[in-house]
Structure formats: structure tokens, C-alpha cells
């Protein structure tokens, strides 16, 4: 998807949009299921992110 994303120039500001959505789904995928602390920690960084 990531790639898929990165190729094509015709989707405009949409990019950046769907780049951070791969980005935060492979960060929540990678975390421990059972590790709350982690889990509110990526929350918080995602909701600081200004778009």
C-alpha cells in the first residue's frame, strides 16, 4: 500500500493522508496487544499530530 501510495502523483494531498494512515496501523500492529501504557502513548501521539 505504502508504495502504491509513494508512485502515484495524481492523488494530491490525499498522500499525506493515507501515508500516515500506513504509518500508525504498521505502529499499532508492531505493538505488544497486552501493553496498555504503549498503546495510550501511540493515542497521544497521534491526536498531538497536526494535520
Given at each position: 500500500m505504502q508504495q502504491?501510495?509513494?508512485?502515484?502523483?495524481v492523488i494530491g494531498?490525499?498522500?499525506?493522508?493515507?501515508l500516515n494512515i500506513?504509518?500508525?496501523a504498521r505502529a499499532?500492529?508492531?505493538?505488544?496487544?497486552?501493553?496498555?501504557?504503549?498503546?495510550v502513548q501511540l493515542y497521544h501521539q497521534i491526536q498531538k499530530r497536526k494535520y
Open positions: 502504491y501510495i509513494r508512485r502515484k502523483t494531498y490525499h498522500r499525506t493522508n493515507y500506513v504509518k500508525y499499532l500492529a508492531s505493538l505488544n496487544p497486552y501493553d496498555k501504557a504503549a498503546r
